[in-house]
C-alpha cells in the first residue's frame, strides 16, 4: 500500500484535539502525495530541505515553520530574495512540509518534554508531570554548575544562559521546553511547587531571568538555566522520528538536526 | 521651589505624544511628592531599589517595570514571596517607581537608540535614522567579530550571541534596541536598506536569526548581533539621567546599572 501524506498527519493527530487556531498545517505539497522519504527536523532551514532532496525524501516533518513567523504567513516576505530562494528550492525539489507543533505538545505525555528529559537521561527523575511541564527530584550533590555541564554534554551543545549562583545545590526542578520560559508559567511553578531551579528554552529577558534575580538578593536559593529554544525542542522531534520509524517501517524515516543558530562570541 | 514627582513627569512627556494604552505610569508613590533624589536605572530591581533607599533617593525612573511583565499587572503575584517583599521594600522605603518606556522611545531621536549608539561611539556613522533603527555605514575592514569585540569593551560585557560568519566584513549596519530584534522589524530592513549586519537586543530565536541562517546557507553575506535586552538600553537611560542632571541641578540624579542577568556558562 502507498502510504500518503494525509495517512501520516492522520496518525499524528489521531489522539489529540487541536485547537481551533492551529498551526499545524501542510504548508507546502499536497495530502495526497505518495511519501518515499520523511525527514524529522526542528527547523525546516534551507540546509535540511537541500539535505531532505538529495536523499530522496518528499516529506519535512517540523515543529517550527520555515518561514520567520509563527503563522506562516508569507505576504510581508514577497520580495525578500532568502524568501523567494527557500520557496523556489521546496517547489522545485516537490518537497512537502507539514508542520506538527500543538499536536506534539497534545501528545499524553507531551511529546517535545518527554523527548528532552530522556536526552537528558532524566526520565527515573521525574516527580510528576503538568501540561507545561516536568518536575523533577534530583539526588543530593547537584548543582547548578553540574546540571548544565550535564546538560551540554548530553545535547552536545556549546554553553546556556544561567540566572542565579552556579553553585547553588539543586533537588527540585522543573523542565519546560521552547517558549514555556516566560514569567507566567515559571513564577507561580517556581512557588507553588518549591523548585529550586527552572531548566527552560526561551524566554522574555525581563520576567524570568529578573525574578531570579529578585530571589537571589532576598537570600532565596533560585535559579535558571536557559538552553535555547531550539536545543529544547529538537530531542523531542528526534523521539517522535524513532516512533514513525517504527510505526511506518516500510519508510525511509530520518530525524535531521541543525547546528545552535547562535554561537557566543 | 520644591520639585515633585509630576514637575519630572511633565518634563519627560512634555515633547511626545504617548500611546492611548501606554505602560508609562507611577507605578509607586504619588505624584505631588518632593523629589528628595533621582536613581534612572533601566530594570527596577531589589538591588536597584535597595541601593536609592540607602542613598535616600525617593524616585526611581525604570526603562522595564519592577514585577517581571510588560503590563506592570500584580493580581498574578498576590501570594509570591518575592514579589510581596519587593513590594514591602517600595512601601516601606518610600520610594516612588516612574516607569519611563514608551516616551523616551518617542522622544526625537529615539533617546534608547541615541543612548546605546553614543555609548559605542558611533554617532558620527549614522547614514540616517528610522523611527525603529539607526542606519550605520563602517569603514571597510569592519568584521562582525571586531564588532562584536568593540560592543564588549565599550559595554562591559562578557559575551554577545552571533548568527552568521564572524570573519563577514560589515559595512551597512542597523542598531535595534530592546526586543525589536524581530524578524517582522529585521527582516524588511536587512532586504530594503541592504544591510550586512543587524545589531539588536533581545528577539525570537526562531525568526531573525533563522533568516540569517538561511540567508548564509543561500550565499549572501549577512549576520546578526543579539547583544541582551538590558545591555542594549541601558546606555539610553544613562544618557536620559545625565539630560536630567542638567535639567534640574538643584536634584541629585544618578544612573545605577546591573550586571548581565543572564551569564554564560
Known sequence: MNITIQ????HLTAKVELPKTTVDQLITGSPNQTVTGVFV?????????EHAI????NLIIAHEPPFYNHHSH????????????KRKLIENGGVAIYRCHDAIHRFQPDGI??????????????????PEADLLSFPEGMTVQLIAEHIKRSLGIEYVRVAG????VCRRVA??????GNGNLTIPLLH???????????????????????????????????????ESEASGMKLLSERLATTFPELPVHFIGEQPVYQVL
Do not use: C
Open 7 to 10: 495517512h501520516i498527519i492522520d
Open 41 to 49: 527536523t526542528f527547523m525546516p532551514t534551507q540546509h535540511v530541505i
Open 54 to 57: 538529495q536523499r530522496g525524501a
Open 74 to 85: 508569507t505576504d510581508w516576505l514577497a520580495d525578500d530574495p532568502v524568501y523567494e530562494n
Open 113 to 130: 518534554t518527554e523527548g528532552l528529559v530522556q536526552a537528558l537521561g532524566w526520565s527515573s527523575s521525574i516527580a510528576y508531570r503538568k
Open 165 to 168: 549562583d552556579p553553585k547553588m
Open 175 to 180: 523542565v519546560l521546553v521552547g517558549f514555556r
Open 192 to 230: 507553588q511547587e518549591e523548585l529550586d531551579l527552572i531548566i527552560a528554552g526561551e524566554g522574555f529577558e525581563w520576567e524570568t531571568p529578573e525574578y531570579i534575580r529578585d530571589a537571589v538578593q532576598q537570600g532565596k536559593q533560585k535559579a535558571l538555566l536557559m538552553i535555547g529554544h531550539a
